[in-house]
């Protein structure tokens, strides 16, 4: 027994020392791991917010009616595209045309009073009608008439007696109060005959207003028709919903603390679902002087062309908006190693890897700013994912075609 316990010992030992020098064969064979490497770059990259908003038209109008009747027929409809002053809609015009003509036969009427066929201006005078010359006329005719009388009754000793005189002195005074209610009663017809002319402009107005136009500017497109043929609609019915397609206001929400950011003029590319991530260019036209408590954010609306009418309003749409520049430093992202929500990148001094924890800013395409690095610096861009800190690295040349 005690034979075999001492060749047993001596076989373990001589096991162990066969394991040790394997081992530490083995430790001197791991060859060092390749990686390639890249410098870390300067960029300028531009800063921007993320907001989500809806388009809307620049301008949009709810058309209505400005005269009681019923129409006669619809010349637009949903969907139509319309030049301002274009007809939408017409009323029945009978009723409208009759009070067309009676104004003007009542106009007319009352010029053949004052004598003539044109509506009298401000230098009109009264004294040159026809009914005042014949008056005035008359007038002093009476008032020689009556001094004849006069100078009879003194020279002739009674030939004319007093009651002629008196009764010649009654017609001029008559005559005088005559050309007086002539020269009244003219002025009154020249008001009246303004009068007429504006009822008649007023029912010529009426009339046209039976047409009912889109407003001026446009292109409209029309987002609602109400009404139909043969309805009976009264003064100020709403008839249509127009809206403005080119360009089109962008109104989003931005939180607080980009305020001291968002600056009219500003250049922002929007998205909306139906286009992908295909981008609109816009600018920033208004920004809300005010924040909203409730929220905690203001208002913006920025102006996107829209001219081959491709975008809609009343549409989602996610938008860019450009609110600065920044020179920093830049590295591809596949030099990035996360986890748990740590973020590092390996360098390689004196031949071993090296973390270093940074902090990822903006993306620049297939590049990441970050935090804390150095300009020029060399990190690994493959071969990383099995790399830990002291492991030793052997730099590779970088594949044929790399940046």
Same mark, same amino acid.
């Given at each position: 027994?005690?034979?075999?316990?001492?060749?047993?010992?001596?076989?373990?030992?001589?096991?162990?020392?066969?394991?040790?020098?394997?081992?530490?064969?083995?430790?001197?064979?791991?060859?060092?791991?390749?990686?390639?490497?890249?410098?870390?770059?300067?960029?300028?990259?531009?800063?921007?917010?993320?907001?989500?908003?809806?388009?809307?038209?620049?301008?949009?109008?709810?058309?209505?009616?400005?005269?009681?009747?019923?129409?006669?027929?619809?010349? *637009? =409809?949903?969907?139509?595209?319309? %030049?301002?002053? @274009?007809?939408?809609?017409? /009323?029945? $015009?009978?009723?409208?045309?009759? +009070?067309?003509?009676?104004?003007?036969?009542?106009?007319?009427?009352?010029?053949?009073?004052?004598?003539?066929?044109?509506?009298?201006?401000?230098?009109?005078?009264?004294?040159?009608?026809?009914?005042?010359?014949?008056?005035?006329?008359?007038?002093?005719?009476?008032?020689?008439?009556?001094?004849?009388?006069?100078?009879?009754?003194?020279?002739?000793?009674?030939?004319?007696?007093?009651?002629?005189?008196?009764?010649?002195?009654?017609?001029?005074?008559?005559?005088?109060?005559?050309?007086?209610?002539?020269?009244?009663?003219?002025?009154?017809?020249?008001?009246?005959?303004?009068?007429?002319? *504006? =009822?008649?402009?007023?029912?010529? %107005?009426?009339? @046209?207003?039976?047409?009912? /136009?889109? $407003?001026?500017?446009?292109?409209? +497109?029309?987002?609602?028709?109400?009404?139909?043929?043969?309805?009976?609609?009264?003064?100020?019915?709403?008839?249509?919903?127009?809206?403005?397609?080119?360009?089109?206001?962008?109104?989003?929400?931005?939180?607080?603390?980009?305020?001291?950011?968002?600056?009219?003029?500003?250049?922002?590319?929007?998205?909306?679902?139906?286009?992908?991530?295909?981008?609109?260019?816009?600018?920033?036209?208004?920004?809300?002087?005010?924040?909203?408590?409730?929220?905690?954010?203001?208002?913006?609306?920025?102006?996107?062309?829209?001219?081959?009418?491709?975008?809609?309003?009343?549409?989602?749409?996610?938008?860019?908006?450009?609110?600065?520049?920044?020179?920093?430093?830049?590295?591809?992202?596949?030099?990035?190693?996360?986890?748990?929500?740590?973020?590092?990148?390996?360098?390689?001094?004196?031949?071993?890897?090296?973390?270093?924890?940074?902090?990822?800013?903006?993306?620049?395409?297939?590049?990441?700013?970050?935090?804390?690095?150095?300009?020029?610096?060399?990190?690994?861009?493959?071969?990383?994912?099995?790399?830990?800190?002291?492991?030793?690295?052997?730099?590779?040349?970088?594949?044929?075609?790399?940046?």
């Amino acid at each position: 027994m005690r034979s075999w316990s001492i060749g047993s010992a001596l076989l373990l030992a001589v096991s162990l020392a066969g394991c040790d020098r394997g081992a530490a064969q083995a430790t001197q064979e791991v060859p060092p791991t390749p990686v390639t490497v890249a410098p870390a770059e300067a960029r300028r990259v531009e800063r921007s917010v993320e907001v989500l908003g809806t388009l809307h038209g620049e301008a949009e109008a709810t058309i209505s009616n400005k005269v009681t009747g019923r129409v006669r027929a619809v010349l *637009a =409809d949903v969907g139509s595209v319309v %030049s301002g002053g @274009a007809p939408l809609l017409e /009323l029945e $015009p009978d009723d409208f045309q009759r +009070a067309v003509q009676t104004s003007e036969w009542a106009l007319r009427q009352t010029l053949a009073r004052l004598g003539t066929t044109e509506l009298p201006g401000d230098a009109f005078d009264v004294d040159a009608a026809p009914s005042v010359v014949r008056t005035r006329a008359q007038l002093e005719n009476e008032k020689s008439r009556l001094a004849r009388l006069a100078e009879m009754a003194k020279a002739r000793g009674g030939v004319v007696s007093e009651q002629e005189v008196r009764d010649a002195e009654t017609t001029v005074a008559m005559t005088t109060a005559t050309l007086d209610l002539e020269r009244r009663t003219l002025r009154a017809l020249v008001a009246e005959s303004h009068q007429r002319a *504006a =009822d008649l402009e007023t029912a010529r %107005s009426r009339l @046209a207003d039976a047409r009912v /136009l889109a $407003p001026p500017g446009g292109p409209w +497109a029309v987002a609602g028709r109400l009404v139909s043929v043969g309805e009976y609609v009264r003064e100020g019915t709403a008839l249509f919903e127009l809206v403005t397609f080119d360009p089109l206001l962008l109104r989003a929400r931005v939180p607080e603390r980009y305020s001291p950011l968002v600056r009219v003029d500003q250049a922002m590319t929007l998205r909306v679902e139906a286009f992908g991530e295909r981008g609109f260019p816009g600018r920033v036209a208004r920004v809300n002087p005010t924040i909203e408590a409730d929220s905690r954010t203001f208002g913006v609306e920025a102006v996107v062309a829209n001219a081959r009418g491709e975008l809609r309003p009343g549409a989602f749409a996610r938008a860019t908006l450009v609110v600065g520049a920044d020179d920093v430093v830049v590295v591809p992202l596949d030099a990035v190693v996360s986890f748990a929500g740590v973020d590092k990148v390996f360098l390689v001094e004196q031949g071993k890897a090296v973390e270093r924890l940074v902090k990822l800013g903006a993306r620049v395409g297939p590049l990441v700013e970050v935090t804390d690095l150095p300009v020029g610096t060399p990190v690994v861009v493959s071969g990383q994912s099995v790399l830990t800190q002291g492991v030793a690295v052997a730099i590779a040349p970088a594949p044929a075609g790399s940046p």
